[in-house]
Every structure is written in structure tokens, then in C-alpha cells.
């Protein structure tokens, strides 16, 4: 079927005369898709043509301006696209292209149209609002779109650059404030951080070899380029009663001088501003994460006994670890024993020595007590201190953890028992082992291999068992030891006990408590021989001058 056929059949056609070509046609409701046929134009008499409420679709051609004699076109309600043609019919009173598909423009010639003959599509200009504007009016739906000004555009480019101008520099701070809190978090996650200036000049005069007067911040700037990393807030943690109240900051303005260098770092003795002089370790190479060396620190501060130099305090950030001690004056049995050799130093005797090996042995004792795991680790006479009244202090305790890579395993060879590999793991049985070694030390005045930094030392357990029991004593001991008479007796039995300790086999060596009880005995009998006064006054004190 022609589309001609077609509309004929559904067209109602109005004529009074049947040999009149048809001057109106209404197509009926919803009965024709498609576009309209090029065949219709040339019914150029119709003069009412009704193709409303279809489903034509396509652009209005503008074909429809042949058909000169129209005056009704009702095309709404269809799905047409395109633009509305300019449609120059001069007696086109009634039109009507509402609720299609339409954009563009309204052509001058159709703008004097009433303004629901264009509703319902994307249409601008009169008799709807000027392009550019809001077009439809309130009931365009859905189907209403904006068509912008340049200067609109002009300034929604603008606006638009400027707020991402703006949420880039948002970004960018947040950034910053960001990357600030992950700086300060791996500073310990404190604010408040703060780095203290040294001089150069005055960290060298200062320091230089241990001399005392330099500030403590000075002391540990010396070797680094001239900050110290300082946390305000997460400071020194006190452990246990010490009733100290200081601050780092005041540790950092302390005068200090160097102690000495050990196997976790180097110690110095700082006086703070109050009087009250201290010892701070400065550990080196730490491996040990935060909480671990945290949680170390609390349990070795939990450690109380009369013969331990308790650790007081300590500090902690990543660059920097700090260990804080009483400062014990007469410095170490290490620097008693072997300290001024020269001259000067008033001689050791036998009751000072068992005291001090009873003082260290108990110290020791308590500390296996604790646990069964639980082991000091580093067990040498330079960790050894004594206080005004020459009663031994053991320092150092449970820090073999602490231990870096960079530590100086040799510093502890002459004690280390011969089944330790790794200094950081040590037994009970291996500190047995150290303790008798230090016994020797004690009753033979010589320092064990490396234990001294100048002197090579001896392999103390060797070497006593290289001696015939019988010569004992007029081979082994000190010197020093041999004008105290009447002890001699002791004596053999702390030296047996010392090489009964350094036993190859650790199940050989007796325990710590054992070994405490059997110094006790020896000590006892001392005493007893003493009350008999058959040897030197010992109610006075005696004064040595450590090194
Ligand atoms: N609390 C203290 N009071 C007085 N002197 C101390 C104190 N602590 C340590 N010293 C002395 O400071 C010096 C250095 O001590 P430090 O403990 O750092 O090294 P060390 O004992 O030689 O070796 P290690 O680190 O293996 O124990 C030693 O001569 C030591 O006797």
C-alpha cells in the first residue's frame, strides 16, 4: 500500500464536492509512525490539515509552505525532531506542533502563534522565552533544556576554574596538615617536637674527651651534626618510687662528662642543675621496636633489690634512647681492681673483696629469683659499682636484648661462658658462669681476657686450672691478699667455688642461690675470725681511690 492510499483510507475527507481535491484531512488517532510523505505536499488545496496525536516522526519539512491555502496544521503530540520551519503561509491562523520533539528556535514568521502551539519541546524564542533563557514555560517537562549566554558560559568557565582552583589548594593543605601528623606520629606522634641547637665550637671544647662541663645535650650532640631530637611531651618515664621530678630538658642542660664506652652505647655522668648527679646511657643501634623496649624497660625497672643499681628512668624515640641511673661514686670494682696501678690506690682487702662478692652474688640471686628466664647477661666487674661504703651494686642487668649489631662482643669475651653464641641469649647458668670468672678477677687481681681496654688480660679459668691445687696459694692469689693471714683457709674455698662455677658444662655449675649461700658461709666464718680479732680493724672504713 502507497502512503498516498493510505492516507485517503484514514483520512476523513470534507467535501462538498466530490470532483474537489480535499481541503482538509485529519489523520485518525495514533494510526500513522513514520515520516510524513513528500506525496502530501501536493495536495495543495487542502486547507485544514489534522495530523495530531500520532507517531509521525522526522523534521517538519518545510515542504508544508506549498500548501498555500492552509489555514489549520495541527501536527502536535507527535514525535517530530528538528527544527520548526519557517513557514511563510499567510493564512495559517491555526497552528500547533506542542509536545514534540522540537529544538531550536521559533522562526519569525510562526513567533505571532499563541504560546501552547509550542509547549512541550526545546523551543526558545517568542512567543516562549529568548534563547538563552528558560524556554517551555512551567509545563515544558522533562523535555525542556537551557540554552546558555556566552556570558553565562563565560562565567560558569570561570567559576568552575576558580573552584578547582580552590578544592586543589584545599587538597594541598590537607596534604600538609596530613603529611605534618606522620612526621610528628614517627617522632612518637607527639606535637610539640622540637630540636635543640648546639654550637659546634661549643660541643667540641665541651666534650672533648670526656671533659666534665659541657651540657648532656652537648655531650650527645658531639658525635651527630649539632641537633638533638628533643620530644616535649612523651619525656622521661620514671619507673618506680624515685621521687626524682625532672625533666629531659633539664637532663639536656645537666653539665656532663663521659663515663665510658660499653657495649650498648656510652654512659655519662650528668649533674643537673638541682645537684643531683645521674648516669645516662645513650644505647646505640637499638633494634628493638617501641612497645618492646617499653614494656623491657618497665620490667627491668621493676627489678628491686639493695645490691642492683635500679634503672630510674628512661627515654625513648627513634633517633635517641636514654637510660638513667643513680651515679654511683666509687665507680666500679673494675677500676678498683685495676685502676692506678701506679700508685696511689690504697690496696683491697679480703673482707672488702668477700663483702663485695656476697653484695654481687645476692644481686644476682634475687634477680634469678625473678624468673626462671630471667638472667643478668653481662656479668663483668666494670658492672660492679660500689657505694660510700663499698657494698656492691650490680648494673647493667637484663639489657642483652638491648644489644645492637654494632655491640662489642669482645669487651665481654674473658666472661662469657663457652656455650653462649649469641651475647643476646643468655642463661642463668651462663651468668653462673661470668660470676665465677669475676670471682677469680677478685681473688687473683687480674682482669680476664679483653676485659680491659689497654691490657690483654688473662683466660682466668685456664689459667687456675693450670695451677696445681697445692700452689694455690702463693701462685693464684693477689698479692695484695697474701699479708691478710688466717683467711687463706677462705680464700681456697671462694676459689674453689669460683672454678666450680666456671665448669664447661653449665649443669656442672651450681646455682646462683648456691653459690650466694656458700659466699655467705665463707663471709660468716670471716666474720667469726674477725670478732676473734686476730686480723686488721675492721670497724673503720677503709677509703680506695678508684681510678
Ligand atoms: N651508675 C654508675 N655510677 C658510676 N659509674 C658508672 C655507672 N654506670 C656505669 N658506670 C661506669 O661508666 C663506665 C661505662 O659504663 P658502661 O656500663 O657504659 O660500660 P661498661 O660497664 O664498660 O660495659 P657494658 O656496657 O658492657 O656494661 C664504666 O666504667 C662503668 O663502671
Not at 104 to 110: D, K, S, V, W, Y
Not at 474 to 481: P, T
Request: glycine share 10%; aromatic share 6%; hydrophobic share 35%.
Amino acid at each position: 500500500m502507497t502512503v498516498d492510499r493510505r492516507y485517503h483510507r484514514a483520512a476523513s475527507v470534507t467535501t462538498t464536492d466530490r470532483r474537489q481535491p480535499p481541503y482538509d484531512l485529519r489523520v485518525v488517532h495514533n494510526s500513522f509512525d513514520g515520516e510524513i510523505p513528500d506525496s502530501l505536499f501536493s495536495l495543495t488545496s487542502l486547507v485544514r490539515l489534522n495530523l495530531a496525536d500520532n507517531n509521525f516522526s522526522g523534521q517538519i519539512s518545510p515542504s508544508f509552505n506549498k500548501l498555500i491555502r492552509l489555514g489549520t496544521l495541527y501536527l502536535q503530540d507527535n514525535h517530530f525532531s528538528g527544527q520548526v520551519p519557517d513557514l511563510n503561509l499567510t493564512g495559517l491562523t491555526q497552528f500547533n506542533v506542542s509536545n514534540n520533539n522540537l529544538t531550536g528556535e521559533i522562526p519569525q514568521n510562526l513567533s505571532g502563534k499563541p504560546r501552547d502551539s509550542f509547549l512541550g519541546n526545546s523551543l526558545c524564542g517568542s512567543p516562549l522565552d529568548s534563547c538563552g533563557g528558560e524556554n517551555g514555560g512551567g509545563n515544558g517537562g522533562g523535555k525542556s533544556k537551557k540554552k546558555l549566554s556566552a556570558g553565562a558560559i563565560a562565567g560558569i568557565v570561570i567559576g568552575s576554574i576558580l573552584g578547582l582552583l580552590l578544592m586543589l589548594l584545599l587538597l594541598f593543605c590537607l596534604c600538609r596538615v596530613c603529611a605534618g601528623k606522620r612526621k610528628n606520629s614517627k617522632d612518637e606522634g607527639v606535637a610539640n617536637v622540637r630540636d635543640l641547637e648546639v654550637p659546634p665550637e661549643k660541643m667540641e671544647s665541651e666534650v672533648k674527651n670526656g671533659a666534665a662541663g659541657g651540657s648532656f645535650a652537648a655531650a650527645l650532640g658531639a658525635k651527630e651534626k649539632s641537633k638533638v631530637v628533643v620530644d616535649g611531651k612523651k619525656g622521661l618515664v620514671f619507673l618506680g618510687n624515685t621521687g626524682w621530678n625532672f625533666e629531659l630538658e633539664d637532663l639536656l642542660r645537666a653539665s656532663a662528662e663521659v663515663l665510658g664506652k660499653g657495649t650498648f652505647g656510652t654512659a655519662y655522668k650528668a649533674m643537673l642543675e638541682t645537684g643531683l648527679p645521674v648516669v645516662v646511657k645513650r644505647l646505640r643501634d637499638t633494634n628493638m621496636g617501641e612497645r618492646e623496649f617499653r614494656e623491657k624497660m618497665e620490667e627491668v625497672g621493676r627489678l628491686d633489690h639493695e645490691n642492683l643499681v635500679p634503672l630510674r628512668a628512661y627515654y625513648y624515640n627513634r633517633e635517641e634512647k636514654l637510660l638513667v641511673y643513680d651515679y654511683l661514686p666509687m665507680g666500679s670494682l673494675s677500676a678498683l681492681l685495676h685502676g692506678n696501678k701506679g700508685g696511689g690506690r690504697t690496696p683491697l682487702n679480703w673482707e672488702t673483696r668477700a663483702a663485695i662478692a656476697l653484695g654481687a652474688a645476692r644481686g644476682i640471686s634475687y634477680l634469678h629469683s625473678q624468673s626462671l628466664t630471667l638472667s643478668h647477661g653481662n656479668i663483668k666487674s666494670s658492672n660492679i659499682l660500689l657505694n660510700t661504703s663499698y657494698e656492691a651494686r650490680v648494673s647493667d642487668f637484663c639489657l642483652a636484648q638491648l644489644a645492637g649489631p654494632t655491640t662489642t662482643p669482645n669487651r665481654v669475651a674473658g666472661y662469657r661462658a663457652p656455650e653462649v653464641t649469641d651475647p643476646r641469649k643468655v642463661s642463668q647458668k651462663a651468668d653462673v658462669y661470668s660470676f665465677g670468672v669475676l670471682l677469680l678477677e677478685l681473688l687473683t687481681g687480674k682482669a680476664p681476657t679483653h676485659s680491659l681496654t689497654n691490657e690483654e688480660g688473662v683466660d682466668l679459668p685456664r689459667w687456675v686450672q693450670s695451677i696445681v691445687k697445692e700452689e694455690w696459694t702463693s701462685e693464684v692469689f693477689d698479692l695484695e691478699l697474701l699479708r691478710y693471714q688466717n683467711v687463706e683457709e677462705d680464700m681456697v674455698q671462694l676459689l674453689q667455688l669460683a672454678v666450680d662455677c666456671t665448669a664447661p658444662y653449665p649443669d656442672k655449675r651450681p646455682s646462683m642461690a648456691e653459690v650466694c649461700d656458700k659466699i655467705e658461709e665463707i663471709y660468716r666464718s670471716n666474720v667469726q675470725d674477725r670478732r676473734s680479732g686476730d686480723i686488721i680493724n675492721l670497724e673503720e672504713p677503709q677509703h680506695h681511690t678508684g681510678s
